[in-house]
């Protein structure tokens, strides 16, 4: 079972930047993504990359963050730009069981998520 914790999270004012990471343990190269869950309101997917690199994102952060992953050092990044008030949210690391498939539905193993706060 793989286990997965979250780091990098903090508070930055709206237009800054952050990189938030994620080490898997031992060796994982399956899809794997990021989330994000804002009080009062439902989780939702932020990015996913597949083992071969290819990413997607949701449409409010894209252009703006960027996901990638170090195979090697089983670390997954997300390097967040241009931060809005409304990416303040608790984000969670999260990676798929399922070799196959790479998809917001597919998660399996979750990090216990890293805070991340805008200022205006």
């Known amino acids: 079972q793989v286990q997965l914790v979250e780091s990098g999270g903090g508070s930055v004012q709206a237009g800054g930047s952050l990189r938030l990471s994620c080490t898997a343990s031992?060796?994982?190269?399956?899809?794997m993504g990021w989330f994000r869950q804002a009080p009062g309101k439902e989780r939702e997917g932020v990015a996913l990359?597949?083992?071969?690199?290819?990413?997607t994102y949701a449409d409010s952060v894209k252009g703006r963050f960027t996901i990638s992953r170090d195979n090697a050092k089983n670390i997954l990044y997300l390097h967040m730009n241009s931060l809005k008030l409304e990416d303040a949210a608790m984000y969670y690391c999260?990676?798929?069981?399922?070799?196959?498939?790479?998809?917001?539905?597919?998660?399996?193993?979750w990090g216990k998520g890293t805070l991340v706060t805008i200022s205006s």
């Open positions: 999260a990676a798929a069981a399922d070799p196959w498939r790479c998809s917001w539905y597919a998660m399996d193993y």
């Open positions: 031992g060796y994982y190269r399956h899809c």
């Open positions: 990359i597949a083992s071969d690199g290819r990413s």
